[in-house]
């Protein structure tokens, strides 16, 4: 197993085969070579030492060992959101510190329940002339060089945020059977799924239950009321609305329920102000029992409310957007409640296996 990545590896300096849909297999399926996370790499993106300094309301900080997963028993395939600096209108295929520090915060500590596989893609950026077509190209090449070379019938979790997540729909509707085979859930976040009266999206139920597969996760995660011109709270028919799945509380989601943030110290995300002081003993953080969260919903939109609770004397700080007004707390969809969504994979993965 190669080395386990630090802060170092964020660029922060701190001192049988499945067949494919339309007949494709080994044969004539080409390997995808840029890999941020997969078996047998020299350098995995998503191997880190697990452990975390947990932050109480009396401002006590406990370090707790979390132990490798040897043999996970299912996968999960990541895409990540838009976070390209080129100054191109799509992504080339190097892997670069922005990739590095979008995949471990969102991926890596999903290792405690599956195999995580996280490809390079030539996502969009911010710059003009990009083509979403060509994003999906190279996310569908990995998908299919995965699904073929790697799955062997494994069940798959399907992970992504805000332009991941919208890759990953739209993977999810274009290749129908050969994803629903071996689909474990989809966890679609930061990417306003379009459901209709039924909460189905392209088939798939909205989770329900810990012990519910073939399922889908989505929500966009706010600490207030979105504004009129909010992101990601957009539906193409009047008739359909936003799915928000809570990921404290999926049999009742408009019921505030506790939610776990996790995240490397040094990667806030809006979830503290700065880089936590004194330096952390661990390379991931978590606030247990700081937030609730519920999903909350007016006509077509629907979001997750994520709020504080209150301790006196609590020295932990809120969670904040640190992108644009109208996009809320997007930066922190994943890591402001990863322990209740690794704590669901790993649930999922008991469940997978036991029936199949």
Known sequence: MPARLGLLALGVTLGAAVVVQGGASAANVPTWKAWLCRPGLTVDYCNT??????YASNGLATEIDVPDTK?????????????????????????QEAEKAAVIPQAARFSQACRVFAPVYRQTTDRPGGSSALAYSTVLAAWRDYLVHWNDGRGVVLIGHSEGAFML????????????????????LGGDVEVGSNDRFSGLPACSSTGETGCVVGYSSWNGTPPADAGLQSVDRSSDHVLCVNPGNLANPAAPAPITP???????????????????????????ALYTARCVRHGTRSWLLVTRIAHRGDPRPTVQGILSPSMGLHAAD??????????????QARAWTATH
């Open 169 to 188: 729909e739209r993977l999810i509707q274009d290749q129908g059977a050969s994803v629903r085979k071996v689909l474990v859930s989809a966890l679609l």
């Open 49 to 54: 030492d697990l452990s975390v300094t947990s």
């Open 334 to 347: 994943v890591n402001v409640a990863l322990g209740n969504l690794v704590a669901l994979v790993q649930a």
């Open 262 to 288: 996790i995240f490397p110290w040094a990667v806030p995300e809006g979830l503290v102000p700065g880089v936590i002081t004194p330096q952390p003993p661990t390379f991931w953080v978590e606030f247990p």
């Open 71 to 95: 043999r996970p028993p299912i996968d999960c395939f990541y895409v990540y959101p838009t976070v390209s600096q080129e100054k191109r209108g799509n992504a080339d295929l190097k892997i």
